[in-house]
């Protein structure tokens, strides 16, 4: 029995996420998501393959706190940490639906972090008046 590699769990919970239509469910695996990544990250840089693998395991803030000392990206960090909030928010109300201040206060910490695509050309944010796909929440 082979145990999977982060990444594939990572692939699987995409798949899930697009053909989910729970939004709880959907919010639960990008979380879970994020928090893999933080893991890959923190293993990557320290080159351990386990880097958090001591007890008491911590949790996610303490996880994310430790990657920015790790030097992770400060804006990607701070999309993180917006993500962890709106999750935990949905955690703890009755009525779990995503409002659009959630929606916008993600699209503005993701508008945060730098935007590169092939040949560091600019890629256009969400919003700007060249960008071609207009997509609404």
């Not at 703890?92 to 993701?110: G, P, W, Y």
Request: net charge positive; charged share 30%.
């Amino acid at each position: 029995n082979k145990i999977p590699s982060t990444l594939s769990i990572l692939s699987f919970s995409i798949i899930s996420l697009i053909n989910s239509n729970d939004e709880i469910g959907a919010v639960l695996r990008i979380h879970f998501m994020l928090e893999s990544l933080i893991e890959l990250w923190c293993n990557k840089i320290t080159k351990n393959k386990d880097f958090f693998d001591f007890k008491p395991r911590p949790n996610f803030s303490l996880k994310l706190e430790i990657a920015k000392k790790l030097e992770l990206n400060a804006e990607m960090a701070r999309f993180i940490k917006t993500f962890n909030n709106v999750r935990n928010g949905m955690a703890h109300k009755k009525e779990n639906i995503i409002s659009t201040n959630v929606i916008d206060s993600l699209r503005h910490a993701l508008d945060g972090m730098p935007s590169y695509g092939k040949d560091k050309k600019f890629v256009p944010k969400i919003g700007d008046s060249n960008c071609r796909s207009r997509r609404r929440f």
